[in-house]
């Protein structure tokens, strides 16, 4: 996934709003008013943050070497993922998808 295919899936998820809080450098997407996805625009190859079990967020540092504590973020809750290629589409689209899932559900 490039810069705009990930934008274009966020955009995509119901009441996704696009912001620039922290400069234009970085896109911020949110549902309910709260971050679930940051996106580097300057970071080559692409990466982006995203909220994740922090059970899950362990094992996905241990078995990935694109995938880091987050960057700038509570490491416990948050990683980073590069995108490098070795997580296919479909994997990226699923930690996005479970990111917006998370931040979603806290709001209800």
């Known amino acids: 996934m490039n810069l705009e295919a990930i934008r274009t899936f966020c955009l995509s998820l119901d009441g996704t709003e696009e912001d620039q809080p922290f400069g234009d450098q970085t896109l911020v997407f949110k549902v309910t008013g709260k971050i679930f996805l940051l996106l580097s625009l300057d970071s080559t190859p692409v990466q982006f943050n995203v909220k994740c079990n922090p059970d899950l967020a362990i094992e996905l540092r241990e078995q990935y070497e694109c995938v880091l504590p987050g960057y700038h973020m509570n490491k416990k809750h ?31």
């Open 78 to 108: 948050w990683n980073t993922i590069i995108v490098n290629g070795m997580l296919n589409n479909n994997k990226l689209k699923r930690m996005i998808e479970d990111s917006y899932t998370l931040v979603q559900a806290k709001k209800r």
